[in-house]
């Protein structure tokens, strides 16, 4: 077992170390300039210059790269071209609003999802199997932005039911927590269905029913705990940063003041540093669940750490 932690660490940490590099180079080697993104009209090519040193990019690549690495591993990751404070810093002042919206999001998703996919896949062709089944191609087809703009048009502005932007009572939650979990509920609807589907066929499941083990015993504690390691994937080493990358179009849509909507608009200002930083910080966020999904796996199906 350890052996086997031990080789799910070293992948998690190269992956992290790869999005690093390749993150530095993407942004380094781009077309466009910060530096006269961020300068007035009217700056002279000294000013230019003097912002150009105070940032580091006069030196050469190499240098460059070394010097990020050195700094990323202590947890410094540059100072933000726009608000002259550490991207790390300016990242994590929105977090709250971000982890708020996303929780919400997360939750829901799971508890309809699963509740949805369980059910109907014991009670097939009703009509909450027939109803999640036009939910999921419904979730997984509709993009977020377009139903976003659509839950604004009708619920905000045509009925005047839901506020549209910023963030303050719960009623600011519903269209973008809503928006943000449409494809997560069909992605685990579908998942869990077909898992449970599978389950219930199997031998195991036949035995106990056989033996007089209750339903409600079959369904959670048979099935559903054989089936669970696909849907345990989805829900944390998937959704997360599904939801994380999601965040970016939903609260820029709903002006929501989180993350995904500094880095909205620190992308069309070149302030890469706090680019850099979500795409880090999403990257890790994933690698460290799929690491914990891992360890799980082994824990829940022995023969998975003896492959």
Known sequence: MQGYILKRVLIAVFTIF????????????GPADPVSVMLPPN???????????????DQPLGIQYVNYLKNASQGDFGASFRFGEPALRVVFERFPATLKLGMVAFTVSVIIGLAIGIYSAVKPDSIVDRFGRVTALAGMSLPSFWVGVMLILFFGVTMR???IAGRGTLLHYVMPAF?????????????SRSSMLDALKSDYVVMARIKGVPEFYVILLHAFKNASIPVITVI??????????????????????????LVMESYFARDYPVVQ???????????T???????????????????
């Open 289 to 307: 669940l799929n690491l914990i999904v891992d360890i799980i796996y082994a824990y829940i199906d022995p023969r998975i750490r003896y492959q």
């Open 179 to 191: 928006c943000l979990s449409l494809y997560p509920i069909a992605l685990i609807t579908r998942l």
């Open 18 to 29: 790869a999005v690093l590099t390749v993150v530095f180079f993407v942004f380094r080697l």
């Open 236 to 261: 944390f080493g998937v959704l997360s940063g599904l939801m994380l990358g999601s965040t970016v179009v939903v609260e820029y849509i709903f002006s929501w003041p989180g993350i995904g909507r």
């Open 277 to 287: 930083v979500f795409v880090i910080f999403v990257t890790f966020v994933v690698v």
């Open 161 to 163: 039911w839901l506020p």
């Open 43 to 57: 700056a002279t090519p000294q000013d230019a210059e003097n912002l150009t040193k105070k940032f580091g990019l």
